[in-house]
Nanobody
Framework: QVQLVESGGGSVQVGGSLRVSCAAS????????MGWFRQAPGKEREFVAA????????YHADSVKGRFTISRDNAKNTMYLQMNSLKPEDTAVYYC????????????????????WGQGTQVTVSS
């Protein structure tokens, strides 16, 4: 079992920045492929970004590409999402997730492929 805990959410004005973190505990001896998803009010949860086990390969949704950056520090068992140039449409609950997939495939875009989830952290962008 792996436990994931997000932190760092909050409120920010349009154009501002936030960094959310995801700390993993439990069975973390071998890194997992991990990802960030978000869910806005009245909408389905959507893929934001994913990162390989080593951190050397990353994927970002088109809607956040160039503004958000996913990263990880395996020594600290922590993953990050740096969010810059925030827009009102980025307002959502952000969830981190881990998958037992061994290699990255297109499956990483699907929330059904993730086995462990955090409780979520609220990010609100106001104009």
């Amino acid at each position: 079992q792996v436990q994931l805990v997000e932190s760092g959410g909050g409120s920010v004005q349009v154009g501002g920045s936030l960094r959310v973190s995801c700390a993993a505990s439990g069975r973390t001896a071998s890194p997992y492929i991990m990802g960030w998803f978000r869910q806005a009010p009245g909408k389905e949860r959507e893929f934001v970004a994913a990162i390989s086990r080593s951190g050397g390969t990353t994927y970002h949704a088109d809607s956040v590409k160039g503004r958000f950056t996913i990263s990880r520090d395996n020594a600290k068992n922590t993953m990050y999402l740096q969010m810059n140039s925030l827009k009102p449409e980025d307002t959502a609950v952000y969830y981190c997730a881990a998958t037992t997939l061994v290699t990255i495939t297109t499956a990483i875009y699907s929330e059904s492929e993730y086995d462990y989830w955090g409780q979520g952290t609220q990010v609100t962008v106001s104009s």
